[in-house]
């Protein structure tokens, strides 16, 4: 095997759920291909690199084997080489806390119970 197409490795190799969600990816721009935008039928060849948005980075992976079929997890280290730098790493952490902190998020959920019912009643003068 020479070459596979983009779509269908970047699902072989769990980057993407689907094969359809791969090329969507590729179709938007969002995937590069030795620093080029990469259409989905584009064929990646090994040593390449890849280079996936990701939020606010783009992930780069160097390919070292190819394959077609889908692979377990424990397996994707044999196929591809993550090769993103540390601050592009640490660019998207910050990113993930400040999303995390920065809108806070209801804890609870549905209608209020009978004592938060009671509680908002006295707050807002309407004890009876």
């Known amino acids: 095997m020479d070459k596979v197409r983009i779509d269908k490795f970047l699902w072989a190799v769990r980057l993407f759920k689907t094969r359809s969600q791969a090329a969507e990816a590729c179709s938007k721009g969002h995937v590069l291909l030795n ?6 039928s584009k064929d990646v060849k090994i ?45 998207l952490k910050l990113y ?10 209801r804890t609870e959920k549905g209608r209020p119970t009978k004592k938060q019912r009671r509680q908002l009643d006295r707050f807002l003068g309407k004890d009876l």
């Open 35 to 40: 620093d080029q935008p990469a259409k989905p």
């Open 47 to 91: 040593g390449d690199i890849i280079a996936v948005k990701n939020k606010v980075i783009f992930r780069k992976y160097k390919v070292l084997q190819l394959l077609d079929k889908r692979v377990g997890a424990k397996l994707v280290e044999n196929y591809i080489q993550e090769i993103t730098s540390q601050d592009d790493l640490m660019k």
């Open 96 to 105: 993930q806390e400040y999303q995390r902190t920065a809108v806070p998020r």
